[in-house]
């Protein structure tokens, strides 16, 4: 029993069975026992390793990205570079270091983090040295035309799950059987407007929602495009994805919060509806493995290979191509672009 299955019990016996999304937010984001904000989750000591953590070609490539939207910008003397969750702030120190092949791009940019863990804040400090601004959401961010970066952040927002019974929607519940913690149903259905087979289960994320609205709306009236990569579906269907991750192993997500890290797939369809509600325009999603090679992975992996040797090289490139390999993140994860309609489309979305 963790100090947060203390506390959750507690919760529930006080105020009755809780909401997925309630519980994922007590579990990851307590202010004082929550996953994330208690320690370091990534690499190999950690529990799960991220694509910036497998290889820093993936890095690289987003700041070709970026150098690449900052110039369809019209090169912005000054604009927010924004990173969301940045974990250890690999993918930036490799995006920046790429990025010095235009020196302008690197004294115009503006570096803005939003990171809630203390543990990973000064993780991120430590990799890039001074002149980032750290927030704790979008809403704190200076006004001007922004870059956003988010890899494996979406997938960390709060979700709520229903269950479908005799044609109606229950709301899956935490609730306590035995002392520990179990999952239910609630006892009233909900709405949803969906046809379902008994036993389907679909995801909501109005968290995630949320923010992707806001920070549409913030590149419609200020211009900018963001770069949003995630595991997960493109178009919307039932399914349970909510998954917990420790030690590199998936792990039961009620099992012990505070100590896995506790996330779901990206319904990318529903994204891509919050950011258009915002204003902000949303060309197709591409597969991470199409996007890597589109930027250019082959040419930059074969450079870098040839400066190592032996089992360095087998190594460089076997990580590389882990990233874009169908079977293991190419296609599972998405990459999203969405951009201010006052800002042309990104390269490489909708070039096909
Ligand atoms: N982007 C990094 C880390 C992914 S892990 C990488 O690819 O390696 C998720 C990141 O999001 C962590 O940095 C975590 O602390 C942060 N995070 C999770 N929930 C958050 C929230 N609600 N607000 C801001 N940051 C959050």
């Not at 390793?49 to 820093?56: F, G, H, V, Y």
């Not at 040295?129 to 870059?147: K, R, Y």
């Not at 035995?178 to 008994?198: E, I, R």
């Amino acid at each position: 029993m963790t100090p947060l299955s203390r506390l959750i019990r507690t919760m529930i016996e006080t105020d009755g069975p809780m909401g997925i999304d309630r519980f994922m937010t007590v579990a990851l984001a307590h202010p004082q026992h929550g996953y994330y904000i208690t320690r370091d989750p990534l690499g190999a000591a950690g529990d799960f390793t991220t694509a910036p953590e497998i290889s820093q070609v993936f890095g690289e490539l987003i700041g070709v990205w970026a150098v690449a939207q900052w110039q369809a910008m019209g090169e912005p003397q000054s604009f927010l570079l924004v990173e969301l969750g940045p974990g250890r702030g690999t993918l930036m120190a490799d995006l920046l270091r790429a990025a010095q092949v235009r020196p302008h791009f690197g004294k115009a940019a503006k570096l803005h983090l939003i990171e809630t863990s203390p543990v990973l804040r000064a993780a991120q400090a430590a990799r890039l040295g001074p002149g980032a601004t750290w927030h704790f959401s979008l809403e704190s961010l200076p006004a001007g035309p922004a870059l956003v970066i988010a890899n494996e952040f979406f997938d960390a927002l709060p979700i709520r799950q229903f269950e479908c019974r005799g044609g109606r929607w229950f709301e899956r519940l935490v609730g306590l059987q035995g002392g520990g913690l179990k999952l239910g149903l609630a006892a009233q259905p909900v709405k949803l407007g969906l046809s379902g087979q008994d036993g389907a289960v679909m995801e909501v994320a109005p968290e995630r929602e949320a923010v992707a609205e806001a920070l549409g709306d913030r590149l419609k009236a200020q211009g900018g495009a963001a770069l949003v990569i995630d595991y997960g579906h493109t178009v919307t269907a039932p399914g349970d994805t909510l998954q917990a991750v420790r030690a590199h192993g998936f792990a039961a997500v009620l099992e012990r919060p505070g100590e896995a890290d506790i996330t779901s797939h990206v319904d990318f369809e529903q994204l891509g509806h919050a950011f258009r509600r915002g204003g902000a325009v949303v060309p197709p999603v591409m597969r991470q493995g199409d996007f890597l090679t589109a930027m250019g992975l082959a040419a930059r992996v074969e450079r870098l290979a040839g400066q190592l040797q032996g089992g360095d090289r087998e190594n460089f490139v076997s990580a590389a191509r882990r990233l874009a390999e169908e079977a293991a993140m190419g296609a599972l994860f998405k990459v999203m672009t969405v951009h201010s309609p006052r800002t042309p489309a990104p390269y490489p979305f909708g070039v096909s």
